[in-house]
Nanobody
Framework: QVQLVESGGGLVQAGGSLRLSCAAAVSIFSISTMGWYRQAPGKQRDLVATITSGGTTNYADSVKGRFTISRDNAKNTVYLQMNSLKPEDTAVYYC??????????????WGQGTQVTVSS
């Protein structure tokens, strides 16, 4: 079982910043698209941002201009820098890694989640 280990969540006031980190197993990091998703209470899990192995990024409209996803291939770690946080950013944030294996089968891994709470 591949592990994704997240860190960096917490409580912050509106307008503040947090940086989430997710360390992945060496065996998959270099070939995986890495991403962050979030799930607020009573809501579905939504995409926040992704970054491919080649560095191409994609963001949800709600976080564009405020959040930045990056990856450090030497450390097998993906980061989510969150600035100008809003109360509506409050959620459990999950790290995700995926790649396509033999037969184009999607192989997915998830972290355990880290709570981000933004107070107004």
């Amino acid at each position: 079982q591949v592990q994704l280990v997240e860190s960096g969540g917490g409580l912050v006031q509106a307008g503040g910043s947090l940086r989430l980190s997710c360390a992945a197993a060496v065996s998959i990091f270099s070939i995986s698209t890495m991403g962050w998703y979030r799930q607020a209470p009573g809501k579905q899990r939504d995409l926040v941002a992704t970054i491919t192995s080649g560095g191409t990024t994609n963001y949800a409209d709600s976080v564009k201009g405020r959040f930045t996803i990056s990856r450090d291939n030497a450390k097998n770690t993906v980061y989510l820098q969150m600035n100008s946080l809003k109360p509506e950013d409050t959620a459990v944030y999950y790290c995700n890694a995926f790649y396509y294996g033999p037969g184009a089968r999607k192989i997915d891994y998830w972290g355990q989640g880290t709570q981000v709470t933004v107070s107004s």
